[in-house]
């Protein structure tokens, strides 16, 4: 066990929809990282917060976003759902050791299936 | 930016046997390559990782090895054992120390009894 969590872990909607993915780092984490995984793109980096900044975008979709709380948990919002959105969704968590270098932990996922 | 492959695709051996995948990365600033782990309906676990100032680490049955030079590292697992079996991915990151991983697209390792 990681110690991020993910919520749901299965979410399956229609074409058109819109959906929220939930986040919590591990605790004392600050920056959460959001990919998805799927079969033909394997494991892609969608966006990265920092204590509630926007730190760095990838190949995130105009129609995703993505905000952190002061809580820290993050939420990742896809709207307009289509067909090859289908994936799973990983957020991953990082901490810092003592030379200041940086690890990653991913939490469970959350399937996503749209019919 | 930072582009990394993963070979081979798929790796069978027999349980006791060793195992080694191998990747290659584009981006010669990149500093830091984690191996991780994923189990059928699970995340990535992060299994060991290396930073670019080492050219190896061990932990119990698992090695990486890294060469700057020729931009690959390896992952290898000895004494295989079928829990080892999963999908294994390996990552690169650009300069500095932190930011987003580039992954590799897997190797799915069987570990047969």
């Known amino acids: 066990d990681s110690g991020v969590t993910q919520t749901p872990k299965h979410l399956i909607t229609a074409t058109g929809q819109r959906v929220t993915l939930r986040c919590s780092p591990r605790?004392?984490?600050?920056?959460v990282y959001w990919y998805q995984q799927s079969l033909d793109q394997g494991l892609q980096f969608l966006i990265q917060?920092?204590?509630?900044?926007?730190?760095a975008k990838g190949n995130i979709l105009e129609r995703f976003s993505a905000q952190q709380f002061p809580d820290l948990h993050s939420e990742l919002n896809l709207s307009s759902l289509e067909l090859g959105d289908s994936a799973l969704y990983f957020c991953?968590?990082?901490?810092?050791?003592?030379?200041?270098?940086?690890?990653?932990?991913f939490g469970p996922g959350t399937r996503l299936l749209v019919l | 930016g930072e582009n990394v492959e993963q070979h081979p695709s798929t790796l069978s051996v027999q349980e006791g046997d060793s195992a080694v995948i191998k990747c290659t990365y584009s981006?010669?600033?990149?500093?830091?390559f984690p191996w991780y782990k994923q189990e059928l309906g699970k995340g990535p676990q992060l299994i060991i990782d290396?930073?670019?100032?080492?050219g190896e680490k061990k932990d119990q049955r698992i090695a990486v090895t890294l060469n700057k030079t020729a931009k690959h590292f390896s992952l290898h697992i000895t004494e295989t054992q079928p829990e080892d079996s999963a999908v294994y991915f390996c990552?690169?990151?650009?300069?500095?120390?932190?930011?987003?991983?580039?992954f590799g697209k897997g190797t799915k390792l069987s570990v047969k009894p």
């Open positions: 991953a968590s990082s901490a810092w050791d003592r030379m200041y270098q940086e690890t990653q932990y």
């Open positions: 605790s004392g984490d600050l920056s």
């Open positions: 917060y920092y204590n509630g900044e926007e730190r």
């Open positions: 981006d010669s600033a990149s500093n830091y």
């Open positions: 290396i930073r670019s100032n080492v």
């Open positions: 990552a690169g990151r650009g300069g500095g120390s932190q930011g987003n991983l580039i």
